[in-house]
């Protein structure tokens, strides 16, 4: 890969970017340049040479040319979730997507198709209009386009699959500023790769969904005292395991927040915390969350709440430093129950940290597609999120993070979705795709990227850059 600057873009090479470009570019002494620059984790201090604001697919395809031509390294922008700071490049040109976020559902085609920077509140609200919906992020600030090509972990996965499960089409503008299309029936294995290959192969400015009906959505959080938490993690670990696909949700330790349900002498306090999802009515989660309402929680509220609602009842807060990490389960024991309790106690408090548990199954290991999502077949899935103020809580939230993934190691499949994390190292990259499929993604970056461009992202190597013993081999037809 050609050496790459680090010094401010010239003012030739600014005009020429700024001539003619429909949306806003910012270089690093512009106001407006540091609320452009400013990411969910507070913990990224990344300085670019420009930020360029597209409005257009012309936008996104002079920026990569200009990047290219001056040698910056490329950041692309959506939502802007990136733990690791991917979203920005120290020196670097980002190619900012929020201002292309336009959403169009039809009905009845029951399909959605949005922009590259449209974030998951603006689809769902979107969609939900028509009572329609299909499988999206936790948090609505999400960026759609990383969370989908990144394979996409939900609330209502387990009903309808994975987020890229119901992807059907991608316009991506390539490296050398090529606008390709990609589907089943065009650029298959582009189209393959875009099953959790992430951005490595360009810039997504449009993708296209499939919907299924949502008519009726209900949600329940049932509030527990910490002390409760193992009796209360292996009673949801039995109920899940029999649950129905409709049923989704998940176990959370955090830190309990003023609301207008909450009784004042929690908030603030650690809780073990029962969210349950289902695709239908209050009557029939309620009736099939009986073994856990048993159990006398302090808050217990079950209700009935539109889907696009219930992605925004748990958006983290903009402005903290944030860590997080993610091991998949085979199986969960009562000793893995033990010690993933156990680590509640070193939570950064008080914060919005999030000492998760999730349950898979259902659609989302029914899937018989190849895609390289070797995840998907686990059980569980343990996500510690932490969250955090102070600067001086760095290495013990870090530290928190990672003995959460010792401690699961004994009943860890060693599979990881990538979404998940920040940079733990390539050997994990390649344990989120699977070894022979990361061979195959790379061969796909060779093709369309072969000088990796695009690298800001968890990074496939086009063959140039792969040991000899493990370069893919050449492409046929």
Avoid at 311 to 325: E, F, I, T, V
Wanted: hydrophobic share 40%.
């Amino acid at each position: 890969m050609a050496q790459l600057k680090v010094q401010p873009l010239s003012d030739s090479a600014l005009a020429r970017l700024r001539s003619g470009f429909e949306g806003q570019v910012f270089s690093n002494v512009d106001d407006g340049f540091e609320e452009a620059r400013t990411l969910f984790n507070a913990m990224i201090e990344t300085r670019p040479a420009v930020i360029a604001q597209c409005a257009t697919t012309d936008d996104v395809r002079r920026s990569v040319e200009c990047a290219r031509a001056e040698g910056l390294e490329i950041a692309v922008r959506g939502g802007g979730h990136s733990v690791a700071g991917m979203s920005l490049t120290q020196g670097g040109l980002v190619i900012d997507m929020r201002h292309m976020h336009d959403v169009e559902v039809d009905p009845r085609a029951m399909l959605v198709a949005v922009g590259g920077g449209t974030v998951m509140g603006q689809m769902d609200e979107a969609s939900t209009r028509h009572g329609l919906a299909t499988t999206g992020g936790r948090v609505s600030t999400t960026g759609v386009g990383g969370f989908v090509l990144g394979g996409g972990s939900g609330w209502i996965e387990r009903k309808f699959g994975l987020a890229c499960d119901h992807l059907l089409s991608v316009d991506l503008v390539t490296a050398e500023g090529d606008l390709v299309h990609a589907a089943a029936d065009d650029n298959p294995e582009l189209f393959w790769a875009l099953h959790g290959g992430g951005g490595n192969f360009g810039v997504a400015t449009r993708m296209e969904l499939r919907l299924h009906p949502m008519p009726e959505f209900s949600m329940g959080l049932l509030l527990f005292l910490p002390e409760d938490g193992p009796e209360v993690t292996r009673t949801w670990r039995d109920f899940m395991a029999q649950a129905p696909d409709e049923i989704g949700g998940g176990l959370i330790y955090l830190v309990a927040q003023p609301e207008p349900f909450m009784p004042e002498d929690l908030v603030g306090r650690l809780v073990c915390a029962v969210v349950l999802t289902c695709v239908g009515p209050e009557a029939m989660l309620r009736g099939l969350a009986a073994p856990l309402t048993r159990l006398g929680p302090e808050v217990e509220m079950v209700t009935d709440m539109p889907y696009a609602e219930m992605q925004k009842a748990l958006d983290d807060p903009p402005g903290y430093r944030n860590y997080w990490s993610v091991e998949h389960l085979a199986s969960l024991p009562d000793p893995a129950v033990d010690a993933f309790c156990a680590r509640a106690d070193g939570m950064v408090i008080p914060s919005p940290t999030a000492h998760a548990m999730w349950r898979l199954g259902g659609a989302v290991a029914r899937s018989q597609a190849d895609y390289p999502l070797p995840w998907r077949h686990a059980a569980w899935a343990v996500h510690p999120l932490a969250m955090w103020e102070d600067p001086e809580d760095d290495a013990r939230a870090l530290q928190w993070v990672r003995n959460i993934r010792a401690d699961m190691h004994p009943w860890a499949t060693g599979d990881v979705y990538l979404n998940f994390t920040g940079d733990e190292g390539e050997a994990r990259v390649v344990r989120g795709f699977g070894e022979d499929n990361y061979v195959r993604l790379s061969a796909v970056k060779t093709e369309f990227d072969p000088d990796n461009v695009f690298h800001r992202n968890h990074n496939i190597r086009p063959a140039r850059e792969m040991p000899t013993a493990t370069a893919p081999p050449p492409r046929m037809g």
